[in-house]
């Protein structure tokens, strides 16, 4: 009966053979206090992760209308002052954010609620570099680094060493290797390190390959002349390739 606000009659009838209505009385039934009924801290979002929950609200009169009365949500959220949906893809990792809503009802009564919400920033994930490997001695050039989980703010390390990367998508980055990373040859480690809250480094890391030079004799022919009866010494060289080099006669004589 009193399920719904609003005003109720009331009358008394008697039973036959005196029959009929008493006089009617007026039932008022009011509505609820107005009150918010979302819990704090909201659900966690994710960096570029599209991001939407809903605030609600009891007693009072429908419809509601939200808005924000103090605080701030994290950076590329929005609240629909209609519906208390918040949505969007936040752009930043902030632990936590916090602010305070207002519901306002039909009869313009209003109540607030502090509430927290906390966004985190991904995981990276390598899946593959561009290129994989490149020769000893070559000039420093641009690696391309594919995966999942980058955000604006991601770094690009060389065995543990920040290289300057640039964001191309959350699934794309580029950074710069220097010429002195592939001076030598051998593997090296890359990895991508996003900032808390969240975050971390990839694991497990790429390897970048630095394949040795092509190895090559250096020596010019002819050698340096000798003469008959005396002492002769002189010294083959070589590069690239792996040092140690063993020498050993290929075709022909010595002298």
């Known amino acids: 009966d009193i399920a719904s606000p609003g005003d109720y009659d009331?009358?008394?009838?008697?039973?036959?053979?005196?029959?009929?209505?008493?006089?009617?009385?007026?039932?008022?039934?009011?509505p609820a206090s107005l009150a918010i009924s979302t819990a704090s801290p909201l659900p966690a979002g994710t960096t570029g992760v599209?991001?939407?929950?809903?605030?609600a609200a009891s007693g009072g009169t429908l419809p509601y209308s939200w808005s924000l009365s103090s605080g701030a949500l994290p950076t590329g959220l929005s609240l629909t002052p209609a519906t208390g949906v918040i949505s969007g893809i936040p752009i930043a990792g902030i632990a936590p954010a916090s602010f305070q809503i207002r519901v306002t009802?039909?009869?313009?009564?209003?109540?607030?609620k502090d509430l927290?919400?906390?966004?985190?920033?991904?995981?990276?994930?390598?899946?593959?570099?561009?290129?994989?490997?490149?020769?000893a001695g070559e000039a420093g050039f641009p690696l391309t680094v594919y995966g999942t989980g980058f955000i604006n703010?991601?770094?690009?390390?060389?065995?543990?060493?920040?290289?300057?990367?640039?964001?191309?998508s959350s699934t794309q980055l580029t950074a710069t290797?220097?010429?002195?990373?592939?001076?030598?040859?051998?593997?090296?480690?890359?990895?991508?390190?996003?900032?808390?809250p969240g975050g971390g480094s990839s694991?497990?890391?790429?390897?970048?390959?630095?394949?040795?030079?092509?190895?090559?004799?250096?020596?010019?022919?002819?050698?340096?002349?000798?003469?008959?009866?005396t002492v002769y010494s002189t010294t083959l060289g070589a590069s690239g390739g792996t040092p140690p080099y063993s020498w050993s006669l290929a075709s022909g004589t010595w002298p």
């Open 10 to 30: 009331v009358t008394v009838t008697n039973p036959v053979p005196v029959a009929g209505p008493s006089g009617k009385l007026t039932f008022r039934v009011d």
């Open 50 to 55: 599209t991001y939407t929950t809903t605030v």
């Open 105 to 112: 009802d039909n009869a313009g009564a209003h109540t607030e």
């Open 116 to 135: 927290s919400l906390s966004i985190y920033n991904p995981a990276p994930i390598i899946s593959s570099l561009s290129p994989s490997s490149k020769t």
């Open 153 to 168: 703010g991601s770094i690009v390390r060389v065995n543990a060493s920040d290289r300057t990367t640039e964001f191309v």
């Open 177 to 196: 290797i220097l010429t002195g990373d592939i001076a030598s040859a051998g593997n090296l480690s890359v990895t991508v390190f996003t900032g808390i």
């Open 203 to 229: 694991d497990p890391p790429a390897t970048l390959t630095v394949n040795p030079v092509g190895l090559a004799i250096t020596t010019s022919t002819p050698l340096p002349g000798g003469v008959v009866g």
